[in-house]
């Protein structure tokens, strides 16, 4: 996994696989739903969050839901963000502080919707998409961000932030307004705190973590099919 990751570091290309891996969650889903279990089961099957569920234990459902969507539009807007998105961040961030923003934020908006969204199903990776985006915008606001990262940081961001969130709390939108909420506020606490460029320490230190990160994934994964099986 290492190489692996020390290859996408030099290509910076992670959000990609991210786009392809949640894509082949959804078309699993949909083989799923179409010939074996056709309930609405199947969204918990492939990890979507509910509170009362994550109470009893299943914690791991607030990284799992994250790469579950409800449906193949839901799908196309959110991975159309991070095409954008996710481009822009690794690009700046490189891919270690890129993966490593993306999982903090979005596991930061599905515990804000576990508190807020309790008796909901949810799913989507739109907390971590807007961590991205909170990320971005706070490193604007730091004196020491390059004047060429100006144009796709900071206040450039503000329209599209607050027309989003405000889309949120349109009545039956059906929006998780908690996980952008929760993933832009940490987002922006990263973008804030810690500077564009830091030290070849630093970047080791990134790496630990994504790795670290990495390894909660899979190990979710394995608790979702190992709850299923039990």
Do not use: C
Not at 86 to 114: D, K, M, P
Not at 150 to 159: D, N, V
Not at 221 to 229: A, K, N, Q, T
Request: charge should be positive; avoid cysteine; charged fraction near 10%.
């Amino acid at each position: 996994m290492f190489r692996f990751l020390d290859s996408l570091s030099s290509k910076r290309q992670a959000y990609m696989y991210i786009i392809l891996f949640d894509s082949l969650v959804l078309l699993m889903f949909y083989v799923t739903k179409t010939f074996f279990i056709n309930s609405e089961t199947v969204y918990l099957l492939f990890g979507a969050q509910y509170g009362p569920f994550v109470s009893t234990g299943e914690w791991y459902r607030i990284v799992t839901a994250m790469f579950m969507h409800g449906g193949f539009l839901h799908l196309a807007f959110n991975m159309y963000a991070l095409y954008i998105l996710g481009n822009y961040a690794e690009g700046i961030y490189g891919t270690y502080r890129f993966i490593s923003y993306f999982l903090i934020t979005g596991i930061v908006g599905n515990i804000a919707t576990h508190f807020f969204y309790y008796d909901s199903l949810s799913v989507g990776a739109s907390g971590a998409i807007f961590g991205l985006v909170g990320a971005l915008f706070g490193a604007g606001f730091r004196k020491d961000t390059p004047f060429f990262l100006k144009s796709i940081t900071g206040s450039a961001l503000l329209p599209m932030i607050v027309l989003n969130v405000a889309l949120g709390f349109i009545p039956g939108s059906g929006i998780n307004n908690a996980a952008h909420i929760g993933g832009l506020l940490s987002g922006m606490l990263l973008g804030y705190v810690i500077p564009v460029y830091t030290s070849y320490r630093s970047e080791k230190i990134w790496k630990v973590i994504s790795i670290t990160l990495i390894a909660i994934v899979i190990l979710s994964y394995i608790m979702l099919v190992y709850s299923f099986f039990a």
